[in-house]
């Protein structure tokens, strides 16, 4: 286990002692679209139109219009990388989250000044503006203003003073204004507005920036592997194997992480929608993890922010919206998900799972299956079935055998050749509501499709029937080491 990795700093410490994982320049770069431009070619990766690649995570030293200022990107844009600042194998990472998931480790209330307030800046001193003390970028020039785009947002339900942290997309409005978007019933800090709204109370909420990765991670799990009630920095406690720190608010009645570089003090106004775009009104909010720049919203929930604090010369952390650091932290839960749900249902034959980057980390996902008998076949799709209940956000599932590589595509591909009929190994479940944000998932597109963020589930199914596997055996290669004939 890695407990080299606390927070953003020595995970940036970590990365500069790999080689080709961390690059910096101190060259000016304007945070409206041109950063984002930059590591579009460095290493996003992911859902983004090509020419883009996996690359290393990159720090911007010197950011127009914020002296001073750093900005580090693409920290989880490589799941070798995720590997290494969580300490664990790259092909092994969702079932450690999902061991880690059922053995929680609860954040606790640190004591003492926490290292996130080391310097304060309240919305009532006289020069507050979140425009020029938060350098958060844009993705694209039709953005809808500077987003911030890893916020971990913190709040506690009025009802029963359960708390949890979630990913959300936040814009900055005014100078003591962000939009927040909830995605309908897909979020529990969503719900928690939803029911402050219905006491007629404000929601006090806490947008820590800058945090350790295993944070990052560990809070973009979903119901029903994490249902409403579970703090989700419990999973970061346990896969760093002690507690998140937590510190109290300056300003609110809520926590925030405690050594995170910024956080952002506020409250969710009730009774009040603002429109995403009103300073930009471009008609988009920002490119999201499909790979398309999502519309922007007129229904997005209002923050009143009312302090800002950070650490010393603190350092912004964001992301490309569809890069490949989006797979990570959405795929890599996604998979634990569904080891958990299948390996409970029929223990021993599900080898392990992958949200592969063409699905951004939430449409696709690669089951490697072993049929251990006869009784096993028809299995595999009753697992597939099993991961669209553990993960109600995914499209496409493709099914493969333990000889084949579920993380390596051309081998999944070539199982699709060679152990798949069109005719007999797809299998369509149509009218299933799924994510909004796949433009195709519309009526205009199929007339099965009742509602925008429908569609049809599909199964391919590239396993060899197992009366069949003696037909289907791959060439058999000597196994041998390479390093005594050639040098790494």
């Given amino acids: 286990m890695n407990n080299k990795v606390t927070d953003l700093r020595s995970a940036l410490a970590l990365l500069k002692e790999m080689p080709g994982q961390l690059i910096e320049t101190d060259v000016e770069v304007d945070p409206m679209a041109e950063l984002a431009g930059v590591y579009r070619h460095v290493g996003a990766g992911g859902t983004v139109m090509r020419p883009t690649k996996e690359g290393p995570a990159m720090i911007f030293n010197n950011v127009k219009g914020h002296p001073g200022a750093k900005v580090a990107i693409g920290l989880l844009a490589s799941r070798s990388r995720v590997a290494a600042l ?16 059922a053995n929680p480790v609860p954040p606790v209330l640190g004591e003492g000044p926490a290292p996130c307030q080391e310097v304060v800046h309240k919305a009532t001193d006289p020069d507050f503006d979140l425009f020029k003390l938060v350098p958060a970028p844009t993705n694209t020039p039709d953005d809808a203003g500077p987003y911030i785009t890893l916020g971990m947002c913190y709040a506690t339900h009025p009802d029963t003073g359960r708390s949890d942290v979630t990913i959300h997309r936040l814009c900055i409005q005014r100078k003591d204004e962000l939009s927040i978007f909830f ?27 800058g945090v350790d990765p295993a944070i990052e991670i560990g809070s973009c799990f979903e119901a029903p592997t994490t249902p409403m009630g579970y703090d989700e920095l419990a999973v970061a406690g346990a896969l760093r194997g002690e507690p998140v720190k937590l510190c109290k608010c300056l300003t609110v009645n809520e926590k925030a992480i405690a050594n995170a570089e910024y956080v952002i003090e506020g409250e969710v106004v009730p009774g009040v929608r603002v429109q995403e775009d009103q300073n930009s009104h471009s008609g988009f909010a920002m490119p999201e993890f499909p790979g398309y720049t999502g519309p922007a919203s007129s229904d997005c929930w209002l923050i009143k922010v009312t302090a800002v604090t950070t650490r010393k010369d603190p350092i912004m952390q964001t992301c490309i919206g569809p890069s490949e650091e989006h797979v990570s932290m959405a795929g890599i839960p996604t998979e634990a998900s569904i080891w958990g749900m299948v390996d ?25 299956f072993k049929k251990l008998a006869p009784s096993d076949e028809g299995r595999q799709r009753q697992a597939a079935l099993l991961a669209f209940s553990a993960f109600s956000e995914l499209k496409h599932i493709f099914l493969v055998d333990e000889d084949v590589d579920c993380f390596d595509m051309n081998d999944v591909l070539w199982a699709m050749n060679t152990r798949f009929q069109g005719d007999a190994d797809i299998i369509t479940i149509p009218g299933v509501r799924c994510h909004p944000l796949d433009p195709s998932n519309d009526p205009s597109c199929s007339k099965s499709i009742r509602d925008h963020g429908i569609a049809c589930k599909t199964i391919f199914d590239c396993t060899v029937p197992y009366d069949q596997k003696a037909r289907f055996v791959r060439a058999r290669f000597m196994d041998v080491d390479p390093a005594h004939w050639v040098k790494e």
């Avoid at 969580?86 to 998931?101: C, P, Q």
């Avoid at 402050?196 to 947008?207: C, D, N, T």
């Fill in 86 to 101: 969580l300490g664990r194998d790259a092909r092994e990472l969702g079932k450690a989250m999902y061991e880690s998931v």
């Fill in 183 to 209: 995605t309908p019933g897909a979020r529990h800090i969503g719900a928690m507005a939803e029911r402050a709204e219905q006491l007629g109370q404000r929601l006090p909420i806490s947008i820590s920036i």
């Fill in 344 to 368: 409970k249902a029929m223990p021993g034959r599900l080898q392990n799972v992958y949200c592969a980057s063409a699905g951004g980390g939430k449409y696709m996902a690669v089951l490697q």
